[in-house]
């Protein structure tokens, strides 16, 4: 079973605050996405990434920054922590580009004060 | 227009019963389909992959219809355990990247 593990289920931040969310998975996926999840709006793509050192902007990537040195780890950093940064993060992977399902891991629920 | 669109629901249903749920995307270069559900406050998990032939996973029929771009899940002799959110979510493109609807909400009652 493909297991994604999230750093942390529960975060409290202040504004102004630099944050790191780290995920990591277990199965050499090649791929790794980083999600917010917003009621009413559903996921949105943050940054994914294909490969080590690469990285691409999603949806919604303003305020936000990624890093990938090795390849099981992909790490979510916001520079500067606002109140409208405060949602669900949910981490993914998937195996290649081949059009398989992506598998998340349990995501972190981050509240900017 | 959203790129996936689901109906929100909820759809409040007896235990036993069949639902149905659709969801319509907009992109004809769509290569993956896929139902996940979600449950409160949990991570999105993978229901069943949709095929262009349909295919079925003991209670669960998915659907793809190309030509209308549109995608079914239907779920028969429905649980209590079945009450959770449905996404539809779709593929587009090279690097898996998915869209996802903003999901359907399913209750099931006694």
């Known amino acids: 079973d493909v297991k994604v593990t999230q750093s942390s289920r529960y975060l409290v931040k202040r504004t102004g605050e630099k944050v790191f969310l780290e995920c990591v998975q277990d199965m050499d996926h090649e791929n790794m996405f980083w999600y917010r999840q917003d009621p009413g709006l559903g996921l949105r793509l943050i940054y994914f990434s294909y490969d080590v050192k690469m990285k691409e902007k999603g949806d919604i990537p303003e305020g936000y920054s990624v890093s990938r040195e090795k390849k099981e780890r992909f790490s979510l950093i916001l520079e500067s922590a606002s109140t409208n940064q405060t949602s669900m993060y949910l981490c993914?992977?998937?195996?290649?580009?081949?059009?398989?399902?992506?598998?998340f891991g349990d995501g972190t629920r981050l509240s900017i004060l | 227009r959203k790129e996936v669109e689901q109906d929100p629901g909820p759809f409040n249903v007896p235990e036993g019963a069949t639902v149905a749920f659709n969801c319509t995307y907009s992109?004809?270069?769509?290569?993956?389909f896929f139902w996940y559900r979600q449950d409160c406050r949990k991570e999105p998990k993978l229901l069943m992959s949709v095929y262009s032939s349909g295919n079925e996973d003991g209670r669960f029929t998915a659907q793809l219809n190309r030509a209308s771009q549109y995608i079914s899940l239907l779920i028969r002799d429905s649980k209590l355990s079945d009450s959770a959110t449905y996404l539809c979510v779709v593929g587009t493109g090279g690097g898996n990247k998915l869209t996802f609807g903003t999901g359907t909400q399913l209750k099931v009652e006694l």
């Open positions: 993914a992977s998937t195996l290649d580009n081949s059009n398989q399902p992506q598998h």
């Open positions: 992109n004809s270069a769509s290569q993956s």
